[in-house]
């Protein structure tokens, strides 16, 4: 990647954002909504994220504890047409509407040790097969970094935040947290994980980044409608780039560049992401579309990042040391 039109290293901070009554917004995005922390370019955050309606926490014979700033925002946040939490909005110095806000995930943490899921009627990728409300509260085991069914099965933990997105522009008034957007929101990508980096399109001055949804495991598809959901606390390093010039959100890890679709239909979401792919290998090889079609038949991978969101998602993957050119 080219390098970051960002603030010198020596002026960047490192912020804390709580989740608050005053710092979240609950179930939608809308970009008049008031900054909550300026920063600038090159700063970093650390963030406190939560999750969970009150009808869904666990039940005192649990032995779950629920986080007091959670109890708090059920009190006093209005619920939005969505049941996320989310944590924000975070205006950026020097980010315009036509930038790329660059958003390094550095570290992700466990803020408590349960997590939840629930399917509802009308809900999901087989509702037909399950016409009825079912919610579990799982286990968060920090030192085997298990998640720990009720039937006693395990699965590794693998956190990652489901919500990641700038505010939309304003003229489109509120929008659903529920459904992913060329702003982000809703990914639900579980390959973004602690290391990685997400590049979110910019469409209000300031960017107006949020954050939440903390999932502490999911797989490819998201199929019931929810992953492990819990609260998590996330520190995240931000730049704007002034050098790209994309309408769709990007990302990429260690290994990987990865491109996103988001359409209602499947198919078109799959297009979506390849064709952003196609764009992105031309863009750092040189080489001829029709070349990085064909390159993409045998080395991009498209996975269903979730079918559950009314937009649905494909997102496709690529090595990136296929991309590096013999010297």
Known sequence: MNKPLASKEATAKTHV???????????????????????????????????GNPEWMPPKSSGFQILPDLEEIHQKVKRGT??????????????????????????????QNWGFNLFRAYMGTIPEDFPYYRMIHVALDKDSNMAILPSGLKVPLAPFFGQLAV?????????????????????????????????LPIWNEGALFSTGDGHAAQGHGEVNGTAIETCLKGTFEFRVRKDLAWRLPRAETSTHFITF????????AARQALKQMIDWIVALTGITRDEAYALSSFAVNLHVTQTVNNVKGVHAMIDKTILRKPV
Request: glycine share 12%; proline share 6%.
């Open 17 to 51: 954002l709580k989740s608050t009554p005053d710092t979240v917004h609950w179930g939608y995005f809308d970009g008049g909504l008031k900054p909550v922390l300026m920063i600038d370019s090159g700063d970093r955050v650390a963030i406190e994220c939560v999750s």
């Open 82 to 111: 969505g049941n996320h939490i989310l944590t924000g909005p975070i205006f950026v110095h020097g980010a315009s509407v036509g930038d790329v806000l660059e958003v390094r995930i550095l570290d992700i943490a466990l803020r």
């Open 167 to 199: 505010a939309p522009p304003k003229d489109f008034g509120r929008q659903n947290s529920k459904e992913p957007r060329e702003f982000g929101g809703n990914l639900d990508c579980k390959d973004l994980v602690a290391g990685s980096t997400i590049y």
């Open 261 to 268: 679709g988001l359409d209602a239909d499947l198919d078109d």
